[in-house]
């Protein structure tokens, strides 16, 4: 390979390997995405809160990609807001203004805002806000409050909203503790998004080699095992060791990558 031919030429592929802005419809749905799937199409029709955890590298922001992306514009309003690190005065401005709410000085003006504005949309625009809130095991404490309240709607009796809340499994076990017990109480419906299966981390690799025009057999079998046993199943580490171990075959004009090329890129990924 010449210093200026990347291992994607070299190995022929037609696309990024393993790309983070994949089409949501091409994207690998292994059993723990279906099931994701499948509980928040139950909470879309019912409404509420729904909770989903998953460890890094898991997959979630690809589920959530592909979860807005089956929404009807004529029906939803999706709304994916990165909010988890800010204070509560810009958390209330920041979701007032994804609303298409106007400025507002004071928080409890701000609030008002934004209830109306998911009153306005529920009612009459006749859209159904789909707020996602994602890396939520960051949000800090008071926020998970502020949201009980911005949730209040009518004395409780109504729910116009489905609000996402997304992050790492600490996530669930943060709204465990005594102090957002009554937060937990509201959630409708929670998911975890397990690891892939041995049997998925072969399935998902062949799907991403054929997107690139390519197949599994750049990969000797020992390889495709050993990327089974150190992934434990995460998209994000499966196509890190991949792409680096590619890399490293064709700087040694190497065809086709070996058990000892995804040990050597594994040094590299976990250190």
Not at 82 to 111: I, M, W
Not at 158 to 165: D, E, R
Request: net charge neutral; aromatic share 8%.
């Amino acid at each position: 390979m010449t210093a200026h031919t990347s291992y994607q030429q070299y190995f022929g592929l037609t696309a990024e390997l393993f790309a983070a802005d994949l089409p949501p419809e091409k994207l690998f749905q292994g059993e723990g995405f279906k099931e994701v799937a499948a509980r928040f199409a139950h909470v879309l029709e019912h409404r509420g809160i729904f909770l989903l955890t998953g460890a890094p590298g898991a997959g979630k922001t690809s589920v959530l990609r592909y979860l807005l992306s089956t929404l009807s514009p004529k029906a939803h309003y999706p709304l994916y807001l990165p909010l988890s690190t800010v204070s509560t005065p810009e958390f209330y401005r920041q979701l007032n203004r994804a609303l298409g709410g106007e400025e507002h000085y004071f928080k409890a003006d701000t609030y008002r805002s934004i209830q109306a504005q998911v009153l306005s949309f529920a009612t009459t625009k006749n859209l159904l806000p789909v707020i996602v809130l994602d890396e939520a095991h960051l949000l800090q404490e008071q926020n998970f409050r502020e949201l009980q309240l911005i949730l209040n709607f009518r004395m409780d009796t109504l729910m116009p909203l489905v609000l996402v809340l997304a992050g790492q499994p600490a996530l669930a076990k943060r709204l465990l503790g005594y102090d957002l017990e009554s937060f937990h109480q509201r959630i409708a419906l929670k998911s975890l998004l397990v690891p892939l299966g041995d049997d998925e981390v072969l399935a998902f690799i062949r799907h991403h080699l054929r997107l690139c025009g390519t197949s599994d057999k750049i990969l000797t079998p020992e390889a495709l095992r050993m990327v089974v046993q150190l992934s434990h199943g995460l998209p994000r580490v499966i196509g890190q060791l991949i792409r680096k171990a590619l890399m490293s075959c064709a700087q040694r004009s190497e065809k086709t990558v070996g058990e000892e090329d995804v040990l050597a890129a594994s040094k590299e990924v976990f250190q």
